[in-house]
């Protein structure tokens, strides 16, 4: 099983997310230069957190014209898992695989730390392996992640359960008081129509191994492994 | 000398005396062009030459087994074994920080982060030493949020993490904030690149961005005191572009693991002149550059203006002949920059070319090791035995011990850091094991089973009371800090923040604080591989209090015994190591509740303090103590809060023994929340006290079981009478909204 990792030149989760897969989940996991048309023989793409152009515009508005988002849109169009990490998640905003847009954190400062993210489906090849309603523990670290979408799509969204995280306490709650950048409806992260593409703004590849903290972050990781083996989705092959 | 070429003023302009201008024209052999003026003018300011602190500085151990790189090199660099060493330094932005707090801060991260990564290291942690002014003053409040926006800023987009430090709040920081960086990165040892040229004929390089009149003198404005003519000096800070920095850093990694590279150098402070020149003199050779090539973004600029251009992200490379097509490739690739400006030459001196007219020639040597050095004059001011004491007399009504508990916990020196560090992105990377707060940070080294503990102190309080005092104690507790982590202390790094050396008092205190920091470093085995010198740092004539700020780095041969600072679970015991010995000069507590900076610091037996350091490294790797917490400012009391303090509530009960003195105004007071020096506060299994003790008692670490965790309060009894007994997560709220309570506050 191989996974892409897409490295536009402000990446800087790359290397996290590389390490995550490769050497927690002792999966194949290749770099792929945002430069380049391909993604090979990819079966999972993972568009990595940073600040891909700098991103002194928009995050990610510049990163939408990289060759390989082409090759990305056409992976996703033919049913392939792709995981937007914070960063990424913007990108896929910008590049219209997903709706909405990202506001800056409501106190406009960054934030770097652990919160409770709930997962609101399982109906997607990143969450699979998690329970409806658990509470996982994930670092975000993020000044632009307050999910802003028009009132019809944000009703979309939530008819059509896609929103795949929220914002929440340990102990489940959903409310102010668990979210930290003023996200609409507390979103953490959101899917497309296909439910193959997921972004989120919390970085799971930062919780794989205790000694960071927490191991929640597997889940999405060992989620699309169990969702690849059961041969359910298709791919960019 | 009866005629000079240039009026007075032109030279004052230049921060050149009369006497230096003499000597620059006896090392010329002729008068000086006004491009040659300003280049002598920058490599000849105090930041540049260290003509002040020199003499001073080489007094400073620099040598041991691990060392790899002492000073004199971009960083320093030590060996932390698998064939890997850690290149770390620390380096002051202070002035630029106080002119412009965001942008200030912003490329003081910057231009650690270069130096680190010239040396062939991929960084992988920063910590901060900040100083401020009182959090009561809206200006103040607007540079520490200046600051912390431009700390987070640069290292959270090049995807740094800063992982830890320090930040203390003082009046005499209100005119002249200090903002120290420390930067550490990992190199394979035998890629390590030095800041040297080599081989005439050989190609010169500039990478990065282009030149701008940006920070033109930003090293002489460095070497100057503030007045009210501040806003004049606005345009010599430069403005970051980490976006460009991290195209840079990626560029010359990739570039370094080809071997067509001979030495590499950033262009920091006094730009082009100080890269050329100082790699020049190093490896004893001559350069040629020709201004006409260096990429420019503005028009009409002067030889003189691209000389001393202080523009962000810029890079010299010396690259061996032949390869030149391999390096522009890489350059390419990252969408940078890579001109050839000129080649190494044999004649050692460097020429500067605008196109066919060669507008400077000055030898290498005659810019850097022929600037001058100064044996300052030195004198201790008065009254320092005065300051010594307390004054009975100056003491306020005794608050009782719980009031005077609380009130500690809300001082902004000792409150809760999360308001700022909660900005800074301190995981990316996923090395981070100990997550930031306080004491040492501990980074994992991938592909080994080794990590690195990594802290900066520094109490300028203890240093103004007693420079020699107060320098050995800042080494002395950086490397505790780190041995509380469970790291062995093994290199160390330097930021010695000072007044106006030309002042006699301020080079007394300079000179005693090197001494004292040189018995310390010696002592603890922690040779000094680098560092910086930050001085002026004045504002109309009234000095910051003397802060000499220690970075130490410490070596954890297993990454999973990294211990941390919070009790991890109840039921534990709680056992002191060291003596209380109820000092309270020079103690927060002092300061805080009687409003009196005054007394004499703690005292530091460093071999004792050795045998501490060396007692903790050992417990933590045969995994005998569960978490390890220094007592610094606040004392005994303070430091058990901070072990309660995020672990969500978990409380403590002790009770202590009287200390060994009422440390001139009270025998409660001195015993909770005096400052004595070489204690610890660490929680061991029950089944493993015994043993705990027996290893201290060989150690001849005094040390002694003092209560156990459990329950949601915090209890401190003396001799059994209880005078603090606090709900936890009461005290911790406190705690940790002291901060962003005063910040929050609008600007009156």
């Known amino acids: 099983m191989t996974f892409a990792v897409v490295v536009f030149p402000g990446s800087n989760c790359d290397h996290d997310s590389y390490h995550a897969v490769r050497h927690v989940l002792g999966h194949d996991a290749r770099f792929v230069w945002h430069k380049e048309a391909s993604l090979g023989n990819a079966d999972v793409v993972i568009l990595p957190g940073g600040f891909s152009h700098g991103d002194y515009l928009r995050t990610g508005a510049i990163a939408r014209f990289s060759p390989v988002m082409k090759a990305v849109a056409d992976f996703a169009a033919a049913g392939g898992p792709v995981l937007g990490i914070c960063n990424g998640f913007q990108i896929l905003l910008e590049a219209g695989l997903l709706p909405g847009a990202m506001l800056r954190n409501r106190d406009v400062r960054f934030h770097c730390e652990h919160v409770g993210v709930r997962v609101e489906q399982t109906d997607t090849p990143f969450t699979a392996r998690c329970r409806q309603g658990r509470v996982l523990n994930i670092p975000i670290a993020h000044g632009e992640g307050n999910y802003y979408a028009p009132p019809e799509v944000l009703e979309t969204l939530e008819r059509e359960r896609r929103v795949i995280f929220r914002y929440a306490t340990a102990d489940g709650r959903v409310g102010p008081e668990a979210n930290p950048n003023g996200s609409l409806n507390n979103i953490a992260g959101i899917c497309n129509e296909g439910r193959n593409v997921v972004g989120l703004m919390p970085h799971p590849e930062r919780a794989c191994e205790p000694m960071l903290g927490s191991t929640d972050g597997l889940l999405l990781f060992e989620s699309v492994v169990d969702a690849l083996t059961a041969g359910a989705l298709g791919g960019g092959r | ?748």
């Not at chain 2, 942690?125 to 900040?130: E, K, N, R």
């Not at chain 2, 015991?573 to 805080?592: K, P, Q, W």
């Open chain 2, 1 to 748: 000398m009866s005629t000079r070429a240039f009026a007075p003023e032109v030279l004052e302009q230049h921060g050149l005396t009369p006497e230096e201008y003499d000597r620059i024209v006896e090392l010329l052999g002729r008068e000086p062009n006004l491009t040659e003026l300003g280049m002598f003018s920058v490599m000849w300011s105090e930041h540049c030459s260290y003509k002040s602190s020199r003499v001073h500085l080489k007094t400073l151990p620099t040598k041991g087994a691990r060392v790899l790189q002492g000073p004199g090199e971009n960083a320093g660099a030590v060996d932390i074994g698998d064939g890997l060493a850690a290149v770390f330094k620390i380096e002051s932005h202070n002035h630029p920080s106080f002119i412009e707090p965001y942008q200030g801060a912003a490329t003081g991260v910057g231009g650690i982060i270069r130096d680190i990564f010239t040396m062939g290291a991929r960084p992988i942690a920063l910590l901060d030493s900040l100083r401020f002014g009182p959090l009561t003053d809206a200006r103040t409040r607007r540079i520490v949020k200046g600051v912390v926006a431009g700390i987070g800023g640069y290292g959270n987009s090049i995807g740094i993490p800063t992982v830890g430090g320090e930040v203390m709040f003082d009046e005499s920081y209100r005119g002249n904030p200090l903002v120290n960086v420390f930067c550490l990165g990992i190199a394979k040892q035998n890629e390590i690149i030095r800041g040297q040229a080599s081989g005439p004929g050989n190609p010169v390089y500039y990478v990065g961005a282009k030149t701008g009149r940006d920070g033109i003198h930003g090293a002489t404005m460095a070497s100057a005191e503030f007045d009210d003519r501040l806003e004049e000096k606005r345009p010599a800070v430069q403005v970051g572009d980490p976006f460009m920095e991290k195209l840079l850093l990626e560029a010359c990694l990739e570039l370094m693991k080809t071997d067509a590279c001979v030495g590499m150098q950033d262009m920091g402070a006094a730009g082009l002149t100080c890269a050329t020149s100082e790699t020049g003199s190093r490896g004893g050779v001559g350069i040629e550059v020709d201004v006409r090539l260096v990429p420019q973004r503005e028009t009409g600029m002067t030889p003189y203006e691209i000389m001393l251009s202080e523009s962000q992200e810029r890079m010299l490379i010396i690259v061996k002949r032949g390869r030149e097509a391999e390096v522009e490739q890489i350059f390419e690739k990252w969408d940078l920059h890579a001109v050839k400006i000129g080649e190494v030459t044999a004649d050692g001196l460097l020429r500067v070319r605008d196109g066919g007219t060669v507008v400077a020639e000055i030898p290498n040597l005659a810019l850097t090791d022929e600037a001058p050095v100064y044996r300052r004059p030195i004198q201790e001011p008065e009254g320092m035995a005065a300051l010594r004491q307390i004054p009975r007399n100056g003491l306020k009504p005794l608050p009782s011990a719980e009031e005077a508990f609380l009130a500690l916990l809300e001082a902004p020196t000792i409150a809760s850091k999360r308001w700022i560090y909660r900005q800074y992105d301190h995981m990316v990377r996923t090395n981070t094991i100990v997550l930031t707060g306080l004491g040492a940070a501990v980074v994992r080294v991938k592909g080994t089973n080794r990590a690195l503990a990594m802290s900066v102190d520094g109490n300028g309080r203890y240093v103004y009371l007693d420079p020699r005092q107060g320098a050995r104690l800042a080494v002395a507790e950086a490397a505790r800090n780190v041995a509380c982590a469970g790291g062995l202390p093994i290199g160390a790094t330097n930021c010695l923040n000072f007044g106006n050396p030309e002042r006699p008092e301020i080079m007394w205190q300079f000179a005693e604080a090197i001494a004292g920091m040189g018995e310390a470093c010696r002592a603890l085995d922690t040779p000094i591989t680098g560092g910086n010198v930050s001085l002026y740092n004045e504002t109309d004539g009234t000095a910051i209090l003397p802060t000499p700020v220690v970075g130490i780095v410490g070596l954890l041969e297993d990454a999973s015994k990294a211990l941390a600072r919070v009790f991890p679970a109840e039921g534990l015991d709680i056992v002191l190591f060291g003596a209380n010995l109820g000092e309270l000069g020079g103690s927060e507590y002092l300061l805080t509740l009687h409003g009196l900076l005054r007394g004499q610091p703690p005292v530091l037996d460093l071999e004792r303090e050795r045998a501490l350091q060396q007692l903790l490294v050992r417990l933590a790797a045969d995994g005998l103590i569960r978490s390890a917490q220094d007592c610094a400012e606040g004392g005994l009391a303070v430091a058990l809060a901070e072990c309660c303090f995020d672990t969500g509530g978990l409380g403590a009960a002790v009770d202590l023994a009287p200390a060994a003195s009422d440390g001139g105004v009270d025998l409660v007071a001195a015993t909770l929340f005096g400052e004595s020096a070489s204690r610890v506060i660490v929680s061991v299994e029950p089944a493993a006290t015994a043993a705990v003790l027996e290893a201290a008692a060989r150690a001849g670490v005094p040390a002694a079981r003092i209560g156990t965790t459990g329950g949601d309060r915090i209890r401190i009894a003396v001799e059994g009478t209880t005078v603090v007994d606090v709900d936890v997560r009461q005290a911790e709220r406190a705690w940790s909204s002291a901060i962003g309570r005063q910040l929050d506050t609008p600007v009156a």
